[in-house]
């Protein structure tokens, strides 16, 4: 009998030429396989079905024959034309293959592997007007992407979506996590975990896990022009494609922009799988930024961590953070430690105004009278630093907008090449005029803010400046795309970690981030804390953490632009942690998974990008943790010595958390070494070629 496998990539040939005839509507099951057209990946892992039923097209994914999505229908609601919802035939099908390596700018991974093969179906509706709609599917080894393409016909020259019909009938009640949307405060809440069944309605990644132990992320890519997907749960297993709505109720407005972002699902069968998963870059356009010498990962430190202790303060006073000779001081500390850029933030004129109410008080190129903007910015390009920029918008749009353009060409003659962000704002607060003359309010990720930061991506592009952005939209794999679109907050930050009573996150919390808010991108969380606790400021928080924790999140978080967040005279007291700290890469070659568990552990091993070190990270929740790390990653030609840094005996997070001790020995691709993590702990290592004096030394 003939492998699995190979039969099934010759099934899959058979089934190819079989889709070349079009399907009348008819029930499914009576249908022959010529009208149920399919297509699988390129190991014939995982597969895709369509077929027609009672006029509704149906699809179907199926994982080594098992199912993961029953069938279920396709199509949109329009509210200024007749619905796109069938009775529809297949009238043609194309069928296609593409497999090429391509290399990232910067990223997690150098090389990543497009391969895929595709299904491109065309759907006509039986009755009038008699439209087409083109649904296309890229079916990878990891999983599964299909988006809606519009062509343009008589009727749809424009139109408006007042719903999608897409919905995902899955097998079973699965384990799940995620955060709920249509929430008050955006994506910043803690992940629930749940069954599927009591979720409602949520925003992606969503991550399940089944009871045969296969791990699914479900998410979008490629989110131009469109409203941004939840997923509505319309009854215990199955969800529904819910666009967050425009401020006068339709979902989406299709105009020049005739495809609709992939929706995907991601399928491993083991969680660590899903990390190492690129199907989400790979459903983006390639880099479209012609020269990209300008954009660098990198590390930086700012003005902003005192603020949220209260130490300082953002607007003028005598406590005013942003003053020119402290941002002189904190330009020296990041020269001293190679750190790329300093942040400040405040240093514009509006703080002191009502500006959390409405970000129409800010100027965007005016600094406050203690801050002088042109002597910081020449100060910090002296001591080879960048001054990074600073736009806190509070969700006031229209009144950035007419700013941006004036704010971006200063910032380039300042010599600046990254810019954070900020949209902070809650519910629907983002106001704009309606097509009535009336003040509409509009979500952070409705298709008004997805085109807003578009543009605001592509102007900063144009003078050659780096994104960093905070309470915006979800990733959904653009930095491909736009590689100057670096990282991203969009969920719970560090700054929780000094406000309200809660005491800070929980350690769970960074362990549930690689396998939920990550997988859709870089994550600027700002790590690197080494003054746990903050008697003097803020005695009732603190971080539920370890020292050797807070250096692992440099390797399990993922962001090329990563902040030591920390005040300098903290750092000061703690020379091993900023000594790691300051020369973890932020550009990694490969990234390899070794011990995984959703919110428990985490094990990962990244290979820097411009030498042959190697760099593991290894958290755990709040629970201690023995874990094995087999070092196979490593070059089999070469001895390596393995600088450690792991929790002490006694280090606990809530009692003793700077208990670390610091090692060296000599390892080589055959060694297994066991990973002892504290509660609330971890352990970071970095593996560099040995030099003949290392092994005298350590042998």
Request: glycine share 6%; proline share 5%.
């Amino acid at each position: 009998m003939l492998p699995r496998p190979l039969l099934c990539a010759l099934l899959f040939a058979s089934t190819v030429l079989l889709c070349a005839m079009p399907a009348a509507a008819q029930p499914a099951d009576d249908a022959p396989a010529s009208e149920r057209p399919a297509v699988a990946s390129p190991s014939a892992i995982n597969t895709v079905q369509v077929e027609i039923d009672g006029g509704v097209p149906m699809y179907r994914i199926a994982r080594l024959g098992e199912p993961v999505v029953e069938p279920s229908p396709l199509g949109f609601l329009l509210e200024d034309a007749p619905d796109l919802d069938g009775p529809f035939a297949i009238t043609a099908v194309d069928t296609s293959s593409f497999d090429n390596t391509w290399e990232q700018v910067w990223g997690e991974k150098r090389f990543i592997r497009n391969h895929y093969n595709e299904l491109r179906i065309t759907l006509t509706e039986q009755e009038a007007p008699g439209r087409d709609l083109v649904v296309t599917f890229r079916v990878y080894d990891d999983g599964v992407g299909f988006r809606y393409e519009f062509p343009e016909q008589e009727g749809m020259e424009q139109f408006r979506i007042a719903d999608e019909l897409t919905e995902f009938r899955l097998t079973g009640d699965h384990e799940s996590w995620y955060i709920d949307a249509y929430q008050w405060n955006r994506f910043e809440y803690y992940f629930e975990n749940t069954p599927l069944s009591e979720a409602d309605t949520v925003h992606t990644p969503l991550t399940m896990r089944t009871d045969d132990d296969l791990y699914i992320s479900m998410h979008e890519a490629a989110l131009v022009d469109f409203s941004t997907m939840t997923l509505e749960r319309t009854d215990s297993t199955t969800l529904k494609s819910n666009l967050m709505p425009w401020g006068e109720g339709d979902r989406v407005r299709v105009q020049d922009t005739r495809v609709s972002p992939w929706r995907t699902l991601q399928l491993a069968d083991a969680p660590g799988d899903l990390i190492t998963s690129y199907l989400i870059l790979n459903l983006n356009e390639p880099n479209k930024i012609e020269d990209t010498s300008w954009i660098k990962p990198a590390k930086y430190n700012g003005i902003w961590w005192e603020m949220h202790l209260d130490k300082s303060t953002w607007s003028p006073g005598e406590d005013l953070g942003a003053t020119t000779e402290n941002a002189k001081r904190y330009i020296d500390f990041a020269a001293e430690h190679g750190l790329e850029h300093t942040l400040v933030e405040g240093w514009n004129v509006g703080w002191d105004e009502e500006w959390y109410d409405s970000g129409k008080v800010f100027s965007f190129t005016e600094s406050v009278d203690a801050f002088d903007l042109e002597e910081v910015a020449q100060y910090a390009r002296d001591n080879d630093v960048r001054l990074m920029g600073h736009h806190e918008t509070s969700a006031g749009v229209l009144h950035y907008e007419e700013q941006m353009e004036d704010a971006f060409q200063l910032y380039e003659d300042l010599g600046v090449r990254a810019v954070k962000m900020g949209y902070v704002g809650h519910d629907t607060e983002i106001e704009r005029p309606g097509e009535d003359g009336e003040t509409q309010y509009e979500w952070h990720h409705g298709q008004f803010m997805v085109n807003h930061h578009q543009e605001v991506t592509e102007l900063a592009a144009e003078h050659q400046i780096m994104l960093n952005v905070h309470e915006g939209v979800k990733d959904t794999g653009l930095r491909r795309t736009y590689p100057n679109l670096m990282t991203r907050e969009v969920a719970m930050g560090r700054e929780y970690d000094a406000w309200g009573g809660a005491g800070g996150h929980p350690p769970e919390y960074t362990a549930r981030l690689p396998f939920t808010r990550s997988l859709a991108g870089p994550f600027d969380y700002t790590p690197g804390m080494v003054d746990l606790h903050f008697d003097e400021h803020k005695p009732d928080n603190r971080i539920k953490s370890t020292l050797a924790k807070e250096m692992a999140l440099y390797i399990t978080i993922y962001s090329p632009l990563h902040m030591l967040a920390d005040l300098p005279e903290n750092y000061e007291e703690r020379p091993e942690a900023l000594q790691f700290m300051t020369q973890v890469p932020t550009d990694w070659h490969d990234t390899e998974v070794l011990n995984a568990s959703i919110g428990n552990y985490i094990t990962m091993a990244r290979q820097d990008r411009n030498s042959d070190d190697w760099y593991l990270g290894s958290i755990t929740d709040e629970t201690g943790r023995v874990l094995s790390a087999p070092l196979s990653f490593l070059d089999a030609e070469t001895r390596y010595v393995a600088e450690i840094y792991r929790d002490g005996t006694d280090a606990h997070w809530e009692d003793a958390p700077y208990d670390m001790v610091t090692e060296e020995r000599l390892v080589d691709n055959t060694t297994d070494l066991t990973l002892r993590l504290a509660a609330g702990g971890g352990q970071v290592i970095r593996f560099r070629p040995a030099t003949e004096e290392d092994v005298a030394r350590l042998e």
